[in-house]
């Protein structure tokens, strides 16, 4: 299907860029160039923020970074320095707790505020059937307002709900034990599922609530097929001797992680090679794989190993699957 410059528009004008904040933070920091950096589902409004931008800073040049985006994590500091920029505004996520950049960075969380398709009444529906009363809800930058409201009608209803604030791929929380069930309010199920690798003994109770399908059910069987084969490839792993573990930069550059990790291979007799990354797909491993390398082990991100590598011929692992075979830990551990 073709994607009419009307489909673009109507989409781009569905969050909230705050076009106008950025235009006076440009201003009053006098800057003369900026970046912009997008996550891959918002690089077709480039033109749409370019034209609302212009307007309002016609004597500053703008940028627009292609380099990954897939998390506050990994910011485009190299694109920055090189470029020149005066800031860098990164669009899509908020600030990751766990890195500190070192150039200028305004986040903009681009707030969904196009028509959703949840039925409030149809999620209190459906946690009257679990027969529960302690609601937690979790969400992603783009669903943050929405999931108040959420909580604030759930309370109205007599549940008590709370909020929860926003996960990431990688960093989430350790649901407490006086909470029955958890709503995860993103798009699609990455976050619950991350939600539940976590909280193993909870997955049950975790659901995924999608505000553009108005879908809502748990993540419970999508972990047990990620389990089968996380198992797999950890049993795969286990008379490894030499292993390749795969750091990243800036906010995925996991040194101490990585020195654990070439520690307990080193104890065991093993081959412990230090690699790091910017960008890891499949054709970077291939590449890389020779008959002389038994595993891989990321530890810039979590969920590389799990949702993109995980068809790949030699075992890629996480962090915390890696402590498992390196450890003979049977309890699975997410994400370090």
């Avoid at 573990?245 to 654990?260: A, E, F, L, N, T």
Wanted: glycine residues 6%; hydrophobic residues 40%.
């Amino acid at each position: 299907m073709v994607r009419t410059d009307k489909g673009v528009a109507e989409f781009c004008k569905n969050y909230e860029f705050r076009t106008d904040y950025i235009c006076e933070v440009v201003k009053r920091r006098q800057c003369r160039k900026i970046l912009i950096q997008l996550p891959e589902g918002f690089l077709r409004c480039i033109p749409f923020l370019y034209k609302e931008l212009s307007r309002c800073v016609e004597s500053v040049e703008i940028l627009f970074s292609l380099n990954p985006s897939h998390g506050s994590c990994l910011l485009d500091e190299l694109g920055s320095r090189i470029s020149g920029s005066d800031l860098l505004v990164h669009i899509g996520h908020v600030e990751y707790p766990n890195y500190t950049p070192a150039i200028p960075v305004l986040f903009i969380p681009a707030e969904y505020t196009g028509v959703h398709n949840l039925r409030f009444e149809r999620i209190v529906d459906y946690i009257r059937t679990k027969n529960v009363q302690s609601v937690l809800v979790l969400t992603t930058s783009q669903h943050a307002e929405l999931s108040r409201w959420l909580v604030e009608f759930l309370n109205t209803k007599g549940f008590r709900a709370e909020y929860g604030g926003i996960v990431t791929g990688c960093l989430v929380p350790k649901i407490p034990k006086d909470i029955d069930i958890t709503l995860v309010v993103a798009g699609g199920r990455f976050h619950a599922i991350g939600v539940a690798l976590r909280n193993l003994d909870r997955a049950s109770t975790i659901v995924m609530v999608d505000p553009y399908t108005g879908a809502i059910r748990d993540v419970q069987e999508d972990v047990k097929k990620i389990l089968r084969i996380r198992y797999w490839k950890i049993a795969y792993s286990r008379e490894a001797k030499t292993w390749v573990v795969i750091d990243g930069v800036y906010g995925q550059h996991r040194p101490s992680i990585v020195d654990k990790i070439c520690q307990l291979i080193r104890q065991r007799g093993g081959t412990c090679i230090k690699t790091i990354a910017l960008y890891l797909d499949q054709h970077v491993l291939e590449n890389l794989d020779s008959e002389d390398v038994d595993v891989f082990v990321v530890a810039s991100c979590p969920r590389i190993p799990i949702d993109d590598l995980y068809e790949f011929r030699k075992p890629v692992l996480t962090p915390g699957e890696a402590y498992m075979v390196l450890t003979g830990e049977e309890r699975y551990v997410y994400p370090w």
